[in-house]
């Protein structure tokens, strides 16, 4: 559990970043986020804030997990961790999709 704490430390902390992110604007957000609209204005989809909170630290948590699994080739694992550059930039893009939903819902 140790070696994976110290070969992904960065990736958990913008994971502890991402949920604390959340967690400081679930007191801010409306209770309905606007994810889709229609042309003329009309809101056409809305998610409860606390849903988005959970589906995006759920699929932020699966990416991490994804992670995990070692890269193989022909049925032998190539090495023990996927690169951390891989990693920390799909922990990255989450956080700026959470960061857009969130701009988003305080637009609207």
């Not at 550059?85 to 956080?95: D, E």
Request: proline share 5%.
């Amino acid at each position: 559990m140790q070696d994976i704490f110290k070969h992904f430390k960065w990736a958990l902390v913008i994971m502890a970043l991402h949920a604390l992110t959340w967690l400081v604007m679930l007191f801010l957000l409306p209770s309905d986020i606007v994810m889709q609209k229609q042309s003329d204005g009309r809101l056409t989809y809305t998610l409860p804030k606390l849903f988005a909170f959970v589906a995006c630290m759920g699929v932020t948590v699966f990416v991490f997990l994804l992670t995990l699994i070692p890269p193989m080739k022909n049925g032998v694992v190539i090495k023990p961790y996927r690169d951390q550059l891989i990693v920390i930039s799909m922990q990255v893009l989450m956080l700026i999709v959470s960061l857009f939903i969130i701009i988003n819902a305080l637009i609207h």
